[in-house]
């Protein structure tokens, strides 16, 4: 069973940062998303099995850094330059599926850890 948990939310002035970590039960293609109430999860990172491919969205392209220490089975979201538009609750996920890059629709994510608020004050 396909377990994620995350850590390193919190409460940062705009210009800040902040590292989120997500600790998976295995080795899988991950990803990270983020929700605002009223809205639909979004996109924002995702990871391939080796680390060795990588995708943004273009409103965190620049500021975020995803990467992952498979010894670990852990995953990283740097957070860099936050904006107050970045406040959100976020979610790592994994994608069990064998792919060369890693995708950024929610729909081929089928386990998803329980979010952690990411507050940006400006």
Request: hydrophobic share 30%; with cysteine; glycine share 10%.
């Amino acid at each position: 069973q396909v377990q994620l948990v995350e850590s390193g939310g919190g409460l940062v002035q705009a210009g800040g940062s902040l590292r989120l970590s997500c600790a998976a039960s295995g080795r899988y293609t991950m990803g990270w998303f983020r929700q605002v109430p009223g809205k639909e999860r979004e996109f924002v990172a995702a990871t391939s099995r080796s680390g060795g491919s990588t995708i943004y969205a273009d409103s965190v392209k620049g500021r975020f850094t995803i990467s992952r220490d498979n010894a670990k089975n852990t995953v990283y979201l740097q957070m860099n330059s936050l904006k107050p538009e970045d406040t959100a609750v976020y979610y790592c996920a994994a994608d069990t599926s064998i792919r060369y890059y890693p995708p950024s629709s929610r729909d081929l994510y089928h386990y998803w850890g329980q979010g952690t608020q990411v507050t940006v004050s400006s």
